[in-house]
């Protein structure tokens, strides 16, 4: 039972370049999703979804796009990266009513 | 977007000594969670509170559920330098079960 792990693990783009964030869970969880972390700002919500074909916009969503093909599986996508989005990128999943598990995180840096 | 007010934004202890933290919000929760963060990893589950009132411990850590139902506080006792990480609270408010509110953290640093 691995949990909620994330690839990559670290990136480095140049601004423009596109890229893809996945995130796999192997507990069966109906909701994922996915925060960016930025120092002093805490975990802001990108986007999430409550369950296979289905997603929602968070609290800071633009210029990122998601897909949940598989119930397993949450995908995140910047297609022209930018500077700004120089973060660390967390994925989490649960069920109904319960607690939230992470992933180990991915730190990409946009230049 | 809705944030919690986590405070203090950041502390430095001795060790040994004992933490608090706490969590207010102006709309009322049906859960609280808090979390902590070591330098790399991603937010790990510390303790969950689902009923007003309620309190809970977790070896030297103890939270509680306000009674108000918006604010919940974090105590760790006799810390020591393993202690040290960011500690997030989370709630969900009623009658929205799938998103979480977060606070900003409270930076924690054990001094041995």
């Known amino acids: 039972n691995a949990g909620v792990t994330q690839t990559p693990k670290f990136r480095v783009l140049k601004t423009g370049q596109s890229m893809t964030l996945l995130c796999a869970q192997d507990m069966n969880h109906e909701y994922m999703y996915w925060y960016r972390q930025d120092p002093g700002m805490g975990l802001r919500l990108i986007h999430y979804?409550?369950?296979?074909?289905?997603?929602a916009k968070g609290e800071v969503p633009d210029g990122y796009n998601v897909s949940r093909l598989k119930k397993q599986n949450f995908l995140l996508g910047l297609e022209s990266a930018a500077p700004s989005q120089t973060s660390v990128y967390f994925c989490?999943?649960?069920?109904?009513?319960?607690?939230?598990?992470f992933g180990p995180g991915t730190r990409l840096l946009v230049l | 977007g809705q944030q919690l007010n986590q405070s203090p934004q950041s502390m430095f202890i001795q060790e040994g000594e004992d933490v608090s933290m706490n969590c207010t919000s102006s709309s009322i929760f049906n859960t609280w969670l808090w979390y902590k963060q070591d330098p790399g990893e991603g937010p790990v589950l510390l303790i969950a509170?689902?009923?007003a009132g309620e309190l809970t411990s977790n070896g030297r850590l103890t939270a509680q559920f306000g009674i108000t139902r918006k604010d919940s506080f974090l105590n760790i006792s006799a810390s020591i330098p393993s202690d040290v990480g960011i500690y997030f609270c989370a709630g969900r408010m009623a009658g929205n079960n799938r998103k979480l509110i977060w606070g900003l953290g409270t930076s924690l640093a054990v001094n041995p």
């Open positions: 509170l689902y009923k």
């Open positions: 989490a999943s649960t069920s109904e009513g319960e607690t939230q598990y």
């Open positions: 979804s409550v369950g296979e074909g289905t997603t």
